[in-house]
């Protein structure tokens, strides 16, 4: 069975992927190419943010009773990527071509630092906790690969 840990970094570096795509064409202001490349990071990130917050954070709040501690900053942190990809669009849609380097800068250093929690603490913690739990991990593998 893959870890969860594992699982999650992997979808990490694909929304990292497709980030630097549409962060090329949006920087660049080739806004045909920004429109594609921005609506698959932002369907990626959605489809990330949707298999932590509907799946594997509560099955580790459950398990642990922690809820108040990193699951809460993450969702936080989903919320202000959230904003940022709203951004994102609007600067795409209005040819803004400083408004996106601005967001884009700004988003790109919050994944990093959240990447970075959530590879380095609360996936190997969520591992511990129902890592061996094969309804979530069956869950987060058909999220994930949609």
């Known amino acids: 069975m893959t870890a969860l840990s594992e699982l999650f970094a992997a979808h990490h570096a694909t929304c990292d992927l497709a980030f630097a795509d549409a962060e090329v064409a949006g920087v660049e202001a080739r806004w045909t190419e920004a429109t594609t490349t ?57 040819q803004d071509p400083d408004e996106f380097a601005g967001a884009a800068e700004t988003l790109l250093v919050l994944m990093q630092q959240h990447n970075l929690k959530e590879e380095r603490m609360l996936y190997p913690m969520c591992d511990r906790a129902v890592g061996g739990d094969a309804g979530v991990v069956a869950a987060v593998t058909a999220q994930l690969a949609s």
């Open 38 to 94: 921005l609506g698959r990071f932002d369907a990626l990130m959605k489809t990330h943010f949707a298999s932590e917050e509907e799946t594997l954070f509560p099955a580790f709040e459950k398990a642990t009773g922690m809820t108040q501690g990193p699951t809460q900053m993450m969702r936080l942190e989903h919320e202000q990527m959230r904003a940022l990809l709203g951004r994102l669009g609007t600067a795409v849609t209005t």
